[in-house]
């Protein structure tokens, strides 16, 4: 991050180059500055005592330096320094100022040669003297008090130059500034920018832990007996200013109030001494718990020791309510980094685990892309298993088929010797019918079977039955020559 340099900080940069050049190496010549490189150099100048002669020119560049990096956290917020006024406003401040130069200087010397009046043996030079002297004392309370209220309405710039205790409560103010615009940033920020901040809080807290030891120097500078017998002796000769004033008011409200009794009666006289004396008694009250505070520290603003601002510098309860917070705030901060790095560690391991998960799931998509593999192989089984059982089923029957043509083919040669038996015994009576009737010696005589009576019964029935013979020989010669037939195929 980078902050830029005001004109206040570059005019006390080369101010201080002049003097103490070792010092502003790091600032020498530059409009912007990173902010690590600024916190190095609070670091550096943090070693700086208050008994350096530089110290006061190193504080303010200090306190203006933080006011830039109090500007460069919120770059867009307008900027809350007062702008000096116009010659209008510088003329009412003139003109103004005047006026009350002349006023007071009347009411002190009015005041006291009132009260100088009444005693006759006094000389008229004392009493101009006594006049002239609360006169001037008169106008110095104004120039401390009124005129500085008038000149901060105007917005005129008053001609005093800062004192340590500005520089030093400026500084402290602009800690505070910081560390509030820290604690309220609620944007998400990365762990770099939050390290960049806890050192920013840390140089802060060290700030202002350094600062005690300037709070410990103030205090004991305003404690100081001389600084409090002049506080008391300007008290005290306010007082009776304060103190003749009431007494002169009185005197001429007495002295009205009289003439409506009396034709004539002298300011000395005793009823317009004791009134003029209970309004001035009145008037010195009124001061002494009042006016008095700002009296007495009027002294002490002309030694650069404002009791108002010292307290506000240096106050226990708000250097420890300061403390405090910027404690938090480096705790907070801290709290938020611990985060970081654990949310990195968490998605660190979700990434070990996603690589491990990763090769896991290769292996178990490997895994099922064997499974399916081999799924379509056992569905292959399971289809050529079904074709072995077809094919088994069909060898069984066609195993059946040969058994059952093995017998049958068995009992066809069964048959077939039967019949060939036959046919040598048909054969050989054919033979010797044949020889019968080609024997010279036997006539065939034709045989009718209605003469029945020309023949025997033997040998019509002999004839008979060798005429089936002859009849089934044949057919059963067919019938023989169809199952060779058959059977050649077969064996084919």
């Keep these: 991050m980078t902050i830029d340099l005001r004109k206040p900080s570059q005019d006390l940069i080369i101010k201080l180059s002049k003097k103490k050049p070792h010092l502003v190496i790091a600032l020498e010549n530059k409009t912007s500055i990173d902010r690590s490189a600024l916190i190095d150099w609070f670091g550096t100048a943090s070693k700086i005592k208050s008994d350096d002669e530089e110290f006061f020119l190193i504080a303010s560049l200090r306190a203006s330096l933080l006011n830039d990096l109090n500007q460069s956290l919120s770059p867009n917020q307008t900027s809350n320094e007062s702008k000096e006024g116009g010659f209008s406003a510088k003329a009412k401040y003139l003109l103004l100022a005047l006026a ?8 002190g010397f009015d005041g006291v040669t009132a009260i100088m009046g009444v005693f006759s043996s006094i000389p008229t030079i004392a009493i101009f003297a006594a006049g002239t002297l609360f006169s001037i004392l008169s106008i110095i309370v104004f120039y401390s008090f009124d005129l500085v209220e008038i000149s901060k309405n105007l917005g005129v710039k008053s001609s005093d130059a800062p004192k340590l205790i500005d520089v030093l409560l400026d500084e402290f103010t602009q800690i505070k500034a910081i ?35 300037d709070r410990e120097q103030l205090k004991k500078a305003l404690n100081n007996p001389y600084l409090r017998a002049g506080r008391m ?12 004033g009431g007494f002169f008011a009185g005197q001429t409200v007495a002295l009205a109030i009289a003439s409506l009794f009396v034709a004539s009666i002298a ?3 005793w009823p317009i001494i004791v009134a003029s004396i209970a ?23 002309w030694k650069g020791l404002d009791k108002d601002k010292i307290d506000q ?39 070990s685990l996603k690589l491990e998960n990763g090769y896991l799931l290769g292996q178990v998509k490997e895994l099922v892309s064997t499974q399916e593999h081999s799924k379509e192989l056992l569905a292959d089984h399971e289809k050529d298993q079904g074709i072995i059982s077809q094919l088994q089923e069909e060898l069984s029957q066609a195993k059946s088929r040969i058994e059952i043509l093995e017998s049958e ?32 010696k036997h006539k065939v005589v034709p045989i009718h079977f209605d003469d029945e009576p020309s023949q025997s019964a033997h040998v019509r029935n002999s004839m008979f039955h060798s005429l089936r013979r002859v009849k089934s020989t044949g057919n059963l010669l067919e019938a023989i020559q169809d199952k060779s037939a058959s059977f050649s195929s077969f064996d084919h």
């Excluded at 040669?413 to 019968?436: D, F, N, P």
């Design 409 to 440: 083919k068995v009992s066809d040669h069964l048959k077939l010797e039967h019949a060939s038996r036959q046919i040598s015994e048909l054969s050989e009576e054919i033979e010797t019918l044949q020889q019968v009737q080609e024997s010279p």
């Design 279 to 301: 309004v001035g008694l009145a008037a010195l009250s009124v001061y002494w718990f009042v006016e008095r505070p700002g009296i007495e520290n009027l002294i002490s603003r």
């Design 100 to 107: 009350g130069t002349i006023y007071f200087g009347c009411e």
């Design 233 to 244: 002796i300007t008290a005290a000769i306010a007082g009776i200013i304060f103190f003749s």
């Design 267 to 269: 300011a000395t006289a």
């Design 179 to 213: 560390r509030l615009k820290l604690s309220q940033q609620k944007k998400e920020k990365s762990k770099k920018e939050l390290e960049d901040d806890l050192l920013l809080a840390q140089m802060l807290l060290q700030r202002h832990n350094d600062l005690q030891h």
């Design 313 to 351: 510098l240096c106050e226990d309860k708000y250097v420890d309510r300061e403390t405090a917070k910027l404690e938090n705030l480096i705790a907070g901060i801290q709290k938020n980094i611990n985060l970081l790095d654990k949310e990195e560690e968490a998605q660190a391991q979700i990434e």
